[in-house]
């Protein structure tokens, strides 16, 4: 059973960049047609799917976040991650990463617990 | 910003039905599966229903999922207590809206 962990700052300044890495145990990122996705959630609103990497390195993004948004994937480490420029408190909200099962039938299986980033001066 | 809309709320009384609409376009639920999520409060979602009506390892048979059209029902049968949570719809959208989006979500509550 693959299991999905997010790690990174709690506490982001506006106009910083947000980082968070996602980490994968009880399976390979690069398995598959898997994608894996970053999922946001602002308190007390829904769900907001912000992008995805397959372990090829290919991406697809939400238009509305993508000119400052880039995830990566690090395989050897079994990773992937979100950068997020020039944020502001609008992306205060918990992060998600998730196992994606890619092109045919788009969807979340894993999640991770979620992680809370607050853009605060 | 959601795509497909939901109703803020459903509720039910034990062992009622309940259904929830999901409203979309023919860029997302009109050409594309349709897929449920369930979350209780401070949890991660869970996957509740996967291409427009089946059902992942260990989901109940109370929940069942349609589609038709541009819209999409997810229906839990026999409701119980341990359902109230928030349902989420979500589908791939092959529109500069997309390319993945979510429902606007729906608050179940069992009186």
């Known amino acids: 059973q693959v299991q999905l962990q997010e790690s990174g700052p709690g506490l982001v300044k506006p106009s910083q960049t947000l980082s968070l890495t996602c980490t994968v145990s009880?399976?390979?990122?690069?398995?598959?047609?898997?994608?894996w996705s970053w999922i946001r959630q602002p308190a007390g609103k829904g769900l907001e799917w912000i992008g995805r990497?397959?372990?090829?390195?290919?991406?697809n993004y939400n238009p509305s976040l993508e000119s400052r948004v880039t995830v990566s994937v690090e395989t050897s480490k079994n990773q992937f991650s979100l950068n997020m420029r020039s944020v502001t408190a609008a992306d205060t909200a918990i992060y998600f990463c998730?196992?994606?099962?890619?092109?045919?039938?788009?969807?979340?299986?894993?999640w991770g617990h979620g992680t809370l980033v607050t853009v605060s001066s | 910003q959601s795509v497909l809309t939901q109703p803020p709320s459903a509720s039910g009384t034990p062992g009622q039905r309940v259904t929830i609409s999901c409203s979309g376009s023919?860029?997302?639920?009109?050409?594309?599966?349709v897929y449920w999520y369930q979350q209780f409060p401070g949890t991660a979602p869970k996957l509740l229903i996967y291409?427009?009506?089946q059902r992942p390892s260990g989901v109940p048979d109370r929940f069942s999922g349609s589609k038709s059209g541009t819209s999409a029902s997810l229906a839990i049968s026999g409701l119980r207590s341990e359902d109230e949570a928030d349902y989420y719809c979500?589908?791939?959208?092959?529109?500069?809206?997309?390319?993945?989006?979510f429902g606007t979500g729906t608050k179940v509550t069992v009186l």
């Open positions: 998730a196992r994606d099962q890619g092109l045919v039938s788009p969807h979340f299986d894993s």
């Open positions: 009880g399976g390979s990122i690069s398995r598959g047609t898997y994608y």
């Open positions: 990497i397959h372990a090829t390195g290919n991406t």
């Open positions: 023919s860029s997302n639920i009109g050409g594309n599966y």
């Open positions: 291409e427009n009506n």
């Open positions: 979500a589908a791939w959208d092959d529109s500069l809206s997309g390319p993945y989006v």
